[in-house]
Structures are given as C-alpha cells and as structure tokens.
C-alpha cells in the first residue's frame, strides 16, 4: 500500500494566499488581509479600494495602522497581537480614506491560520457614515423638538405606538404634579400610573385611554378632573411621519384650577 506524500504547510499557506484574493472580491463588504508582522496589508477587495478611495492594488504594502486617525488604534492592534487573545475582535473605529477624510466603520478582525506558523488577519470594514449622518440628523431634531415642545404653553407628552414616552415638556411635569425622581428615571409605567391616580374617576379614564389606544388616528378631546379640584382638557392627535402613525400627541391645558 502507498503511504501518502507528505502535505507541506507552507505550501498549502501559498495556495490559499493566491486563492484569497478571489475568494474576497466575492465579498460585499470591503476586506483587506493583514499579515501580523509590521501590519501590512498582503490583499484588498474593491469594496476596500472604494472606502479608502484607492484601488486596491494600491493598498497593498501599506501599514494597516496607517488607514486609523484614532490613537487608539495602536493599542487595539496590540490587544489582537496578543498571544491568546480573542479569535475575533469587533468594534466601532474610524478610517481615512485618500483624501484624509475619517469615515466610521464596523471593524471586525479575525485571525485565520491556513498551515502552523501562517497566520493573517481578516479586516472587515463597513462604512457608518449613513448610519452616523441619520443618527446626528435625528440628534438634532430630537433637540428642536424639546425646545419646541417646552415653547408651547399646553402641557405637551408624546408617546409610541407602543406606549412608551418619547417626550414631555416641564409643563407637563406640572400639571400632573410628577415627582422628579419619575422624570429621571425616564420611569414610564409610574408615571402612567401616578396620571391614573391623580384623575377622579380612574375606572373611566383608563376605559377612554383603552379605546384611544385601539383607535391609531384617533383624534378626540377629553375632559379630566383630578381629585385636586382642577379640570384638565385633553386633546388626542395622531404623531405622522411621512403619512404614517408613528406615536400620540397628547396636549393639556387647565379649564378650571383646584384649590388652593
């Protein structure tokens, strides 16, 4: 019987290395393949060409170090040099492209080791700058929103369609007399609970609150006395975004004061 030839590692290291650079053009997000010693770049896929600006050709030979602005870049390679460490690293960084423009990405890093002593590092990128542009779009209206919200003279929540609070102005912390601790803690169901507490007839409020959560374009106006004195004006109105419910706007205003 023959005995099988001998499979050389370094060999099958080499056959893999040439295989790779098809294998991650098939990839859609942008892949570059590091060796571990000096961190250079042996192979990029069009998609990495297209997030650093530069052919991937061009990117090989080049310290990956290099394609990070963020100092923190220097001890993340180190942690993933680390003899033990993790197979797999995953973070948010950023990148520079050709033009020295810092995108953000998801980075993963994963070692592989096609034959003993030949390892690479798998670097893939994908590109948050949509994601981070929608994210700060939506910062900013959240912020115009409050300062709009605490504008107006009615006290103002605006919940989900799931219930949850999504703003509420100081006017209307104070006419519902909400404990500070409430508003902190951002504590939904007790200050769902404390509004049902306050209003005289609980039994009936919650009744009125079942039918306006069944109704999603609901508008309506309510009336509410609270065991205070004062009588609370409610009114109910669809949150649209673009056609579609996407939460209530509850508004209120005092038609009569409690006692003093």
């Not at 605490?150 to 369609?161: F, K, M, P, T």
Request: aromatic share 6%; charged share 25%.
């Amino acid at each position: 019987m023959n005995n099988p030839l001998p499979v050389d590692p370094f060999s099958v290291a080499e056959a893999a290395r040439r295989t790779w650079p098809a294998l991650i053009e098939a990839m859609l997000e942008a892949v570059c393949l590091v060796e571990p010693e000096g961190l250079r770049i042996v192979a990029a896929n069009g998609a990495a060409g297209r997030l650093l600006g530069m052919l991937p050709a061009d990117l090989v030979g080049r310290d990956m170090l290099a394609t990070a602005p963020t100092p923190e870049d220097e001890s993340f390679w180190q942690r993933v040099g680390e003899k033990g460490a993790c197979g797999q690293i995953l973070s948010d960084s950023y990148v520079t492209d050709a033009g020295g423009r810092a995108v953000p990405v998801v980075r993963r890093v994963s070692r592989i080791e096609p034959a003993p002593g030949n390892a690479l590092y798998v670097v893939a990128l994908v590109d948050r700058s949509e994601q981070k542009r929608i994210e700060e779009a939506v910062a900013v209206g959240t912020a115009e929103l409050a300062a709009t919200l605490e504008s107006v003279a009615d006290g103002v929540l605006v919940v989900d369609l799931a219930g949850h609070i999504s703003h509420f102005n100081r006017r209307f912390a104070a006419l519902w007399e909400l404990p500070d601790e409430m508003l902190l803690l951002h504590a939904d169901d007790e200050i769902f609970d404390w509004m049902r507490q306050r209003v005289a007839d609980p039994a009936s409020y919650m009744r009125r609150l079942a039918e306006i959560d069944d109704a999603t374009m609901l508008r309506a106006t309510d009336t509410l006395s609270l065991h205070s004195g004062a009588v609370l004006e409610r009114v109910t109105l669809p949150q649209l975004s673009r056609g579609r419910p996407i939460g209530r706007v509850f508004s209120f205003r005092v038609l009569a004061s409690g006692a003093s």
